[in-house]
T-cell receptor, first 109, second 114 residues
Framework: EDQVTQSPEALRLQEGESSSLNCSYT??????LFWYRQDPGKGPEFLFT???AGEEKEKERLKATLTKKESFLHITAPKPEDSATYLC??????????FGEGTQLTVNP | DTEVTQTPKHLVMGMTNKKSLKCEQH?????MYWYKQKAKKPPELMFV???????INESVPSRFSPECPNSSLLNLHLHALQPEDSALYLC?????????????FGPGTRLTVT
């Protein structure tokens, strides 16, 4: 059974304090690892897709990396507007995405 | 343009009502999805349409009835819902075969069943 575990559940940072979110996964046949950002009451916003170990993607203050067992979302010098829940999902068997429970990030000014 | 639209944004319905949620995408995507999301939980898959045919029903109660009139539209018909069905209902689409590649989500419909 495919499994995705995100840590920490919640993270509080000061503005400018860089950190990383973790997504560990167990799947048979990875068909992509996806990062999403979700603001309260809104739909998830697609951020990145990673397909193979060693791959990296960047967008503004965010950088996603992938190994054979986990992915990291690095946040460099975060701003309050980066506060959101970050969801990791894997595409594996069938047509389904398996989501982690998310990391709720709060960036204080 | 990676936009999926959903209407209405909010819906309040009684347990005896019949209502429909609508979803539209004009990105030429061939797979479309309905998800249900409860507070502080990740989205839960309900239905998948691939090339306008229902390919997955995640054992969803029959009071939820999906419909895909064409490749751009997805409806979710609601009938005789229960208060525990109150949630954020999300539509998503993806470019190719269902499950291949990233999914793009709409803003959701906040449903309250009274």
């Amino acid at each position: 059974e495919d499994q995705v575990t995100q840590s920490p559940e919640a993270l509080r940072l000061q503005e400018g304090e860089s950190s990383s979110l973790n997504c560990s996964y167990t799947v048979s046949g990875l068909r992509g690892l996806f990062w999403y950002r979700q603001d309260p009451g809104k739909g998830p916003e697609f951020l990145f897709t990673l397909y193979s170990a060693g791959e990296e993607k960047e967008k503004e203050r965010l950088k996603a990396t992938l190994t054979k067992k986990e992915s990291f979302l690095h946040i460099t010098a975060p701003k309050p507007e980066d506060s959101a829940t970050y969801l990791c999902a894997v595409g594996a068997s069938g047509s389904r995405l398996t989501f982690g429970e998310g990391t709720q990030l709060t960036v204080n000014p | 343009d990676t936009e999926v639209t959903q209407t209405p944004k909010h819906l309040v319905m009684g347990m005896t009502n019949k209502k429909s949620l609508k979803c539209e995408q004009h990105m030429g995507h061939r797979a479309m999805y309905w998800y249900k999301q409860k507070a502080k939980k990740p989205p839960e898959l309900m239905f998948v349409y691939s090339y306008e045919k229902l390919s997955i029903n995640e054992s969803v109660p029959s009071r939820f009835s999906p419909e895909c009139p064409n490749s751009s539209l997805l409806n979710l018909h609601l009938h005789a819902l229960q208060p525990e069905d109150s949630a954020l209902y999300l539509c998503a689409s993806s470019p190719g075969l269902a499950g291949a590649g990233e999914q793009y989500f709409g803003p959701g419909t906040r449903l309250t069943v009274t």
